[in-house]
Nanobody, 126 residues
Framework: QVQLVESGGGLVRAGGSLRLSCAAS????????MGWFRQVPGKEREFLAV???????YYADSVKGRFTISRDNAKNTVYLQMNSLKPEDTAVYHC????????????????????WGQGTQVTVSS
């Protein structure tokens, strides 16, 4: 059974930082591209960042320079370091997994991912 479990969300003031984690089980983690998305009520899920099996990364313009995605294959975990947070970053943050061994493609849409975590709430106060 595949499970993705996010953690690390919470309440932070504008300008602060948070580090989200997503622990995966039930998949050969090193063969998967891992993505981070966020969603606010009434809006579509928004792509934030992706990391390929080899560690290459790609970011949405809205978070480039502020957020950093990384992975630890030994721990089956992907991270999202979020700095300089803004109130508009408030959302539920989800990690996602797509089987993509040896792929150099960047997957930026929700439909391209097979597995999702339940999400962790991030609230940024002004």
């Amino acid at each position: 059974q595949v499970q993705l479990v996010e953690s690390g969300g919470g309440l932070v003031r504008a300008g602060g930082s948070l580090r989200l984690s997503c622990a995966a089980s039930g998949i050969p983690f090193s063969a998967y591209a891992m993505g981070w998305f966020r969603q606010v009520p009434g809006k579509e899920r928004e792509f934030l960042a992706v990391i390929t099996w080899s560690g290459a990364t790609y970011y949405a313009d809205s978070v480039k320079g502020r957020f950093t995605i990384s992975r630890d294959n030994a721990k089956n975990t992907v991270y999202l370091q979020m700095n300089s947070l803004k109130p508009e970053d408030t959302a539920v943050y989800h990690c996602a997994a797509r089987y993509a061994p040896s792929s150099t493609s960047y997957y930026t849409t929700a439909l391209q991912y097979a597995y999702w975590g339940q999400g962790t709430q991030v609230t940024v106060s002004s």
